[in-house]
């Protein structure tokens, strides 16, 4: 037998046993239930126009807060690692793999209710500030290792050009090697953004009041309310709706390197 003739019979076999597969699924499942539980068009209606209004719109919001704070905070870290200061350097370090290491759900945990009851301290925005410094806090980690990996990634003979010209280093830093750094990292910052998107969903474990819930509180609330799954869907479907336009920048981003490449 040809070799092309065994690998259209070994895809043959393969679609088969999808095609089968998919069959079995959709055959055994209790649609009717399904349909009641998941896709109940009344409770549909009945979580709108709240959870856009209130839901969706705090999870943009506290994504944007924590992409933004967390930008600002790793840009600082990633330089710190970069410093030709020892103590920079360890802090720096340490900063990046302890909140590395730890889960988010744990860190926003830690604000919201270890910190206040060890330290006598509030957040600003009570719970929801506590848990939007925890993602700060978290994401920095992330992101300060992005750009830092950026930084290294430009060419040494950009950072010579403009040393040769006259320029000190924190204006090289600023106007030279920053600026390629990121151009570079565009694609997994905005992927750190998708992550954020969906990291909100752990704010959760602060306790959130009624206009402070994001998505999956709301949602959660919501099923508890109606002993329904339906709002969990329709907000997987706000979530895809806000993080699939981002995915697909991502993709548009890293084709636009390859090719500037």
Known sequence: MKRSTRRRLTQGVLYAVFAAAVAFVLLSADWATIRAYFFNL???????????????????????????????????L???????????????????????????????FGFAYAIPIAF???????????????????????IAETIRAGIEAVPKGQVEAARSLGMNGPWTMVTVTLPQAFRIITPPLTNELVILIKDT?????????????????????????????????????????????????????????????
């Open 42 to 76: 009344d409770v549909a209606v009945g979580v709108f126009p709240e959870i856009v209004t209130i839901a969706a719109k705090n999870t943009v919001i506290y994504t944007a807060i924590a992409f933004v704070g967390g930008l600002l905070l790793g840009l600082l």
């Open 78 to 108: 990633a330089l710190m690692k970069l410093s030709p200061v020892l103590p920079y350097r360890w802090f720096a370090t340490a900063w990046i793999e302890l909140f590395r290491g730890l889960p988010a759900l744990l860190v926003i």
């Open 120 to 142: 006598q301290w509030r957040a600003p925005g009570g719970n929801a500030g506590a848990g939007l410094i925890a993602l700060i806090i978290v994401s920095s980690a992330y």
């Open 201 to 261: 969903s752990l704010l959760f474990i602060a306790g959130m009041a009624i206009g402070d819930r994001e998505l999956t509180t709301f949602s959660r609330d919501a099923l508890t309310s109606t002993a329904n799954a339906t709002p969990l869907v329709v907000a997987a479907l706000l979530y895809l709706i806000i993080t699939l336009p981002l995915t697909q920048l991502v993709a548009k981003l890293e084709r636009h390197n390859k090719r500037g490449r």
